[in-house]
């Protein structure tokens, strides 16, 4: 995602930099490469050049005519300008209320059931909720039965009633069920159009006053573009929600709802979903990404995901196998797990520094490691847990049943090697040039 206006960015950021003497004209045309890098991204017009006047406004209040570094101010003032334009800092959920009731709104394939199901799934594991779903989107087909389906994949029960064409006594009734089973969280999936009409408003709205929720949110497909923001506002009149979800982020999107719909509707935006997963969702913080829209990476996101999977037992498990040399291809098949469950891997990539740059052009998919993991389930237990002993004879049949080369499985034996040898260094704290 922001791949485009990432390297938009960047370029009109190089006028500055390439310029021996820095002139009102330089920033002037600075600004002007900035305005299309956002209009293209599909940002609003007046938001993008309501954003260029105020970053003129800054960068010749701070002097950048003057300055040293004019090309690393002006960054530094576009960065905390794009953080301000998407809301400056993150919104929490009000889960206040026994039970708290939270409505989705939106338009019909915009991912609110899917995005129901994350949150539920959020709140529950990280928050220690006990939450309950509400089947109220009646009219599409099997759209009851794939709540379901999602309820079972995260173990949260959902709330149906099966031939009742009523929304606002599905809801009161959930509601009341919630009460009565020690639900403290229920989250009410509401039925969406492929277009706004009075019919989906009017019931939205009738659910509302029925319930009282605590908080409402508006969900909205990233790849809709600027029409998302339309939508929002026409929502938004109707209903006053309290923040936006965007889902899809994930995609070939250009980004510009992001940095829209923010100013448009002065509605925090709350989560972002990142993928098809029920873990793949993440709270929304202006700051980091802003970071990674101007490629400077989001190492905090990425730590926090780190410790997320982090096993402290396990960890303690793979610190004395190593001070024993004796790491082998299962500890190494379970790192790769823990790698996998931090999420897409150009997503992961690109919160590091200058690593989601490097690999722009580099298809980086989830079966990156697939190859790896056939090797190594080709192997017997037996030679999982003694490397050493994989002979010419037992890489030739591994090869065989993975479907690789043996080409391939040399390979992978060398990088295990290689990786082993340097895990046992580090353990014993033997890195060259490194003091005890």
Same mark, same amino acid.
């Given at each position: 995602?922001?791949?485009?206006?990432?390297?938009?960015?960047?370029?009109?950021?190089?006028?500055?930099?390439?310029?021996?003497?820095?002139?009102?004209?330089?920033?002037?045309?600075?600004?002007?490469?900035?305005?299309?890098?956002?209009?293209?991204?599909?940002?609003?017009?007046?938001?993008?050049?309501?954003?260029?006047?105020?970053?003129?406004?800054?960068?010749?209040?701070?002097?950048?005519?003057?300055?040293?570094?004019?090309?690393?101010?002006?960054?530094?003032?576009?960065?905390?300008?794009?953080?301000?334009?998407?809301?400056?800092?993150?919104?929490?959920?009000?889960?206040?209320?026994?039970?708290?009731?939270?409505?989705?709104?939106?338009?019909?394939?915009?991912?609110?059931?899917?995005?129901?199901?994350? #949150?539920?799934? *959020?709140?529950?594991?990280? +928050? &220690?909720?006990?939450? =309950?779903?509400?089947?109220?989107?009646?009219?599409? !087909?099997?759209?009851?039965?794939?709540?379901?389906?999602?309820?079972?994949?995260?173990?949260?029960?959902?709330?149906?009633?099966?031939?009742?064409?009523?929304?606002?006594?599905?809801?009161?009734?959930?509601?009341?069920?919630?009460?009565?089973?020690?639900?403290?969280?229920?989250?009410?999936?509401?039925?969406?159009?492929?277009?706004?009409?009075?019919?989906?408003?009017?019931?939205?709205?009738?659910?509302?006053?029925?319930?009282?929720?605590?908080?409402?949110?508006?969900?909205?497909?990233?790849?809709?573009?600027?029409?998302?923001?339309?939508?929002?506002?026409?929502?938004?009149?109707?209903?006053?929600?309290?923040?936006?979800? #965007?889902?899809? *982020?994930?995609?070939?999107? +250009? &980004?510009?709802?992001? =940095?829209?719909?923010?100013?448009?509707?002065?509605? !925090?935006?709350?989560?972002?979903?990142?993928?098809?997963?029920?873990?793949?969702?993440?709270?929304?913080?202006?700051?980091?990404?802003?970071?990674?829209?101007?490629?400077?990476?989001?190492?905090?996101?990425?730590?926090?995901?780190?410790?997320?999977?982090?096993?402290?037992?396990?960890?303690?498990?793979?610190?004395?196998?190593?001070?024993?040399?004796?790491?082998?291809?299962?500890?190494?098949?379970?790192?790769?797990?823990?790698?996998?469950?931090?999420?897409?891997?150009?997503?992961?990539?690109?919160?590091?520094?200058?690593?989601?740059?490097?690999?722009?052009?580099?298809?980086?998919?989830?079966?990156?490691?697939?190859?790896?993991?056939?090797?190594?389930?080709?192997?017997?237990?037996?030679?999982?847990?003694?490397?050493?002993?994989?002979?010419?004879?037992?890489?030739?049949?591994?090869?065989?049943?993975?479907?690789?080369?043996?080409?391939?499985?040399?390979?992978?034996?060398?990088?295990?090697?290689?990786?082993?040898?340097?895990?046992?260094?580090?353990?014993?704290?033997?890195?060259?040039?490194?003091?005890?």
């Amino acid at each position: 995602m922001f791949e485009n206006l990432s390297d938009r960015l960047e370029r009109s950021f190089k006028i500055l930099k390439g310029q021996g003497t820095i002139t009102e004209i330089n920033v002037a045309e600075t600004l002007k490469e900035i305005r299309k890098a956002l209009i293209e991204a599909d940002v609003n017009y007046k938001v993008a050049k309501t954003f260029t006047d105020d970053v003129k406004k800054k960068a010749l209040g701070q002097n950048v005519l003057t300055s040293l570094q004019p090309g690393q101010l002006m960054v530094k003032i576009v960065h905390d300008e794009l953080a301000q334009l998407m809301g400056g800092s993150s919104v929490d959920i009000n889960l206040k209320g026994s039970p708290a009731v939270i409505l989705m709104s939106g338009l019909q394939g915009s991912g609110k059931t899917t995005f129901s199901g994350k #949150l539920a799934n *959020l709140l529950k594991s990280k +928050r &220690g909720k006990n939450p =309950l779903l509400v089947a109220c989107d009646i009219y599409r !087909p099997a759209a009851i039965e794939q709540l379901k389906v999602i309820g079972g994949q995260i173990n949260v029960p959902v709330y149906a009633e099966e031939g009742n064409m009523n929304a606002v006594q599905i809801a009161q009734h959930a509601v009341k069920f919630a009460k009565q089973n020690n639900h403290d969280l229920v989250i009410i999936d509401t039925a969406g159009r492929l277009a706004i009409d009075e019919q989906m408003m009017n019931e939205i709205a009738n659910i509302k006053a029925a319930i009282q929720p605590q908080e409402i949110l508006f969900v909205v497909d990233s790849m809709t573009g600027q029409d998302a923001v339309n939508t929002a506002k026409e929502f938004n009149e109707r209903l006053n929600f309290d923040g936006v979800i #965007l889902t899809k *982020l994930d995609g070939d999107t +250009r &980004g510009g709802a992001a =940095l829209s719909i923010r100013s448009v509707v002065t509605k !925090p935006i709350k989560f972002v979903g990142t993928g098809e997963k029920m873990d793949a969702l993440d709270t929304f913080y202006p700051e980091r990404m802003a970071d990674r829209i101007l490629g400077m990476g989001d190492i905090v996101s990425f730590v926090e995901r780190a410790q997320e999977m982090y096993d402290e037992e396990e960890s303690r498990r793979l610190s004395k196998k190593l001070a024993k040399n004796q790491f082998d291809f299962n500890d190494f098949l379970s790192q790769l797990q823990q790698i996998k469950k931090m999420g897409n891997l150009k997503d992961i990539a690109s919160m590091i520094p200058g690593v989601g740059k490097a690999l722009k052009d580099v298809e980086l998919d989830d079966n990156v490691f697939k190859s790896t993991e056939s090797i190594i389930y080709s192997m017997t237990p037996y030679e999982r847990e003694r490397p050493d002993s994989l002979n010419g004879s037992r890489r030739q049949r591994i090869a065989r049943g993975s479907g690789t080369s043996i080409q391939e499985v040399n390979r992978l034996l060398k990088q295990f090697d290689d990786m082993r040898k340097m895990m046992k260094m580090v353990s014993q704290n033997k890195m060259p040039g490194r003091k005890k």
